[in-house]
């Protein structure tokens, strides 16, 4: 009676958590894999010529039991792991990814495939049917369909390799990342870190069991950029510093440093199987951007004026430094800390005084109300639903019509057990393939919970992160298409981060913000002078969090394109490329290569880093379409970029998408506005 196996009766069908156990996952994988071998055999024995209908839709439609283990599994093992699920994690890589090779490249089901991919231009398909037989004939070709039998055989084991390494990757960010403390006893050891900084570090050492009067600094974001922003011990912002930029790259067992190694030489072997030489040029092959040139170009292009913008800010830093009294150079683990004091003379804005204007219950409230005025949605909430962590909040997801629309599943706060970052899944995506169903998303942030009975207050960069994951969750919860297989946020990399950074453009508004952002002791809006020096204060220090993003950008497209059969040291590569481009080392950067989850946990952002920048030209100038006209919770606006891109998900290749939406190519202006690299 394996709960995993059963049908999953609860509310809107979501899975029984209270009776799930870690031994329950590795028999339910073994159960499911076999069911959907069993359906995938059917569709290539079947006696029937291939068409639309029995070869492509029966295909979206195979696997849906893996499918539910597989979500469920993956959203525990990110958000509320232990040792026994880290153990299943370990153990299910190699199998699982034996078995998506399998199906990838089943000779039965891609000559189907392929038959209907030949004649497409005859079968009289529907737009999206057509985009979907593309999809999937593409993605088993790029999985290795077409290769030989020896090199189908060897490309099935680097996938294993890779799926085991992954995992170890991902484990070991996690153990340092917990296995880190930096314990604060004293005032001298608490000198400059502001109240409400206290409350989260001291809440931290209370969950974590430290003796009473211990305040905690972790590794999570919300503890270590708070903490680099306001201590004045710079002896324990270095400290911190160094154990946040060096995750990954310690020595014994969570050394990541020969793992990734070991994976980017998998990687270049997998594109030579596939006749490219280097892996960029395979990633990039199934992009928006298709090739290096068309990243390095947009890269270079804001990189170059990243550097001479930071150089303007490195001056102003440098010089509030001396003013303190501090003789020395300004190096990364100084630069917040010295930052915050130019903010704070020149824009008179004081992080203490803003969070109090931002509590997460109320930022909550006006995300919702937010996709009420642009779509119609209401969110309820739902004590009574099933949830695997007492965190996470349910909430039923409701159209304009008053119909049911999905499931909402809100889980913020950083914790033991959970990775860090920010990101959205699905435990069921939308589709009408067979018998119906509504989505089930999932939204996961980090934030430092406030203290019991005290809300939990955010910085301005976590009401962003927060509604850039709510962007993400909208992609999810108003896709529409018929087909599994190309909902919600199921379409290119490039592309994926349009919703979640369009987004972010609301909350910066000041209307929406003076009518959710209010004090929450005294209940007062945020003054309207504030939200002018917040105004005038949004593009202060751009230059220094662009070099930190674009250099992790440019690292990992020039590790990826190596063309070498065995990859390099990382570390010694990382530094050498950062010095050929001129990276100051007082910025850093935002990851580096050791603990780099975005390309060494999965391959989905490997090569592909640069895809926020990339799709943030598409935000900026999709949010200029709403300003031009004249309101920005425009009904038509909305509607028609709901229409084009949320609903549609991945049934239509997203430059056409985005054209039908805008009526043009995005242009880049308004981004190299947005972030004060260009005049504006």
């Known amino acids: 009676m394996n709960p995993l196996l059963q049908e999953w009766t609860g509310p809107a069908g979501l899975p029984p958590f209270a009776e799930i156990e870690p031994a329950h996952f590795m028999p339910a994988f073994e159960a499911a894999m076999a069911a959907h071998r069993q359906e995938i055999e059917a569709i290539a024995a079947n006696p029937a010529p291939p068409s639309f209908d029995n070869t492509v ?77 593309e999809r999937l004939h593409l993605e088993a070709v790029r999985a290795g369909a077409k290769l030989a039998p020896a090199a189908r055989e060897r490309y099935a084991a680097i996938m294993q390799r890779l799926a085991e390494l992954n995992t170890q990757f991902a484990q070991n960010v996690l153990a340092d990342e917990a296995g880190y403390r930096l314990i604060l006893k004293s005032e001298a050891e608490l000198a400059g870190l502001p109240e409400f900084v206290r409350a989260v570090m001291k809440q931290a050492a209370v969950e974590r069991g430290l003796e009473d009067g211990a305040h905690l600094v972790t590794l999570s974001r919300s503890h270590v950029v708070p903490f680099l922003t306001f201590s004045a011990r710079r002896d324990l912002r270095q400290q911190a510093w160094a154990a946040w ?24 072997e997998q594109a030579r199987l596939h006749g490219y030489t280097n892996f960029a040029d395979y990633q990039l092959a199934d992009t928006m951007a298709q090739n290096q040139a068309a990243v390095q170009g947009l890269l270079k292009r804001v990189w170059d004026a990243a550097l001479n913008a930071t150089q303007l800010e490195r001056e102003a830093v440098q010089a509030a430094a001396l003013s303190h009294g501090f003789m020395d150079k300004v190096e990364a683990w100084d630069w917040r800390f010295y930052a915050e004091k130019v903010r704070q003379a020149r824009y008179a804005l004081d992080e203490a005084e803003l969070k109090p204007y931002f ?34 909040v349910a909430y039923e997801v409701f159209d304009q019509s008053g119909a049911h629309r999905a499931v909402f599943l809100h889980d913020n706060f950083a914790r033991v057990g959970k990775r860090s970052g920010a990101w959205m899944n699905a435990l069921r995506w939308a589709h009408r393939n067979g018998s119906a169903q509504s989505p089930v998303i999932l939204n996961n942030n980090n934030f430092a919970k406030g203290a019991p009975g005290e809300p939990t207050l955010l910085s301005l960069d976590d009401v962003r992160t927060l509604f850039h994951e709510f962007g993400h969750g909208l992609h999810g919860m108003l896709s529409e298409t018929r087909y599994e297989r190309l909902s ?107 603990h780099f989850q975005h390309l060494f946990v999965g391959d989905s952002y490997a090569s592909g880093y640069y895809v926020y920048l990339w799709a943030e030209v598409l935000d900026c100038d999709a949010f200029e379409a709403f300003k031009e006209a004249g309101d920005i919770f425009d009904a038509a606006t909305a509607q028609r970029y709901r229409e084009q891109i949320l609903a549609a998900g991945n049934s239509q290749e997203p430059g056409a998408a985005y054209r039908a939406f805008r009526g043009r190519d995005a242009q880049i202006e308004p981004m190299l506005k947005g972030r004060g690299l260009i005049p504006a």
């Not at 995750?247 to 070991?262: F, K, L, M, V």
């Not at 109320?362 to 007492?390: I, N, S, T």
């Open 359 to 392: 509590p997460l219950e109320a930022m909550v409230a006006a995300m919702f109300d937010c996709a009420q005025r642009l779509y119609g949605l209401r969110f309820e909430q739902r004590a009574d639903w099933p949830v695997y962590h007492p965190d996470v």
């Open 57 to 133: 839709a029966a295909f979206d439609a195979s696997g849906r039991l893996l499918n539910r283990i597989e979500s469920l599994f993956y959203t525990l093992a990110a958000s509320a792991t232990n040792e026994a699920l880290q153990a299943v994690q370990r153990e299910v890589a190699a199998p699982m990814a034996a078995h998506a090779s399998w199906v990838a490249m089943h000779q039965g089901l891609f000559q189907r495939l392929d038959a209907l991919m030949a004649q497409r231009a005859q079968l009289g398909l529907a737009a999206d049917q057509q985009r979907l037989l």
């Open 488 to 594: 919600g946020t199921q379409v290119l990399r490039d592309f994926v981060e349009l919703p979640s950074q369009l987004m972010e453009h609301w909350i910066a508004d000041p209307t929406v913000m003076q009518r959710h952002a209010k004090h929450y002791q005294t209940g007062a809006a945020i003054p309207h002078e504030l939200i002018e020096r917040i105004k005038a204060a949004e593009l202060f220090n751009q230059g220094y969090e662009t070099v930190r993003y674009t250099a992790s950008a440019l690292v990992d497209l020039a590790i990826h394109a190596l063309e070498d059969e065995e990859a390099p040291d990382i570390v010694a590569f990382e530094q050498q490329t950062l010095e050929r481009l001129g990276a100051p080392a007082d910025c850093g950067m935002n990851h580096r290569l050791p």
């Open 245 to 268: 930029v060096s995750r990954g790259e310690h020595e014994g067992e969570t050394d990541n440093r020969a793992i990734a190694q070991e994976i980017l030489t998998l990687r270049n």
